[in-house]
Nanobody, 126 residues
Framework: QVQLVESGGGLVQAGGSLRLSCAAS????????MGWFRQAPGKEREFVVA????????NYADSVKGRFTISRDNAKNTVYLQMNSLKPEDTAVYYC???????????????????WGQGTQVTVSS
């Protein structure tokens, strides 16, 4: 399994930006589809975005499309989530995840990913 550590969360005003990072160790990073999920208080964990092994394909939830951008650097074993135009409803704990599943354009579910980071808090104030 791969070990994942997120960083970059924090408090930001609405309309602001944050960049999350997820550093991976263990098995070969480039063999994993990587994803970001989030969980707000009292809500279920929801899919945010996934990126294919090469980084050529990305799959965004409608709620973040046009505002968030996922990227990966396989040489650095790191995946990033650039979040712009943040809204209070983006407030959540954000989790990085790695999966040995086939990439597709469908929304992913938590069960598609076997390895998870500990999460990083993102709070957007109005």
């Amino acid at each position: 399994q791969v070990q994942l550590v997120e960083s970059g969360g924090g408090l930001v005003q609405a309309g602001g930006s944050l960049r999350l990072s997820c550093a991976a160790s263990g098995r070969t990073f480039s063999t994993y589809v990587m994803g970001w999920f989030r969980q707000a208080p009292g809500k279920e964990r929801e899919f945010v975005v996934a990126i294919s092994r090469s980084g050529a394909s990305r799959n965004y939830a409608d709620s973040v499309k046009g505002r968030f951008t996922i990227s990966r650097d396989n040489a650095k074993n790191t995946v990033y989530l650039q979040m712009n135009s943040l809204k209070p409803e983006d407030t959540a704990v954000y989790y990085c995840a790695a999966g040995s599943i086939g990439y597709s354009s469908r929304p992913f579910s938590s069960g598609d990913f076997a390895s998870w980071g500990q999460g990083t808090q993102v709070t957007v104030s109005s």
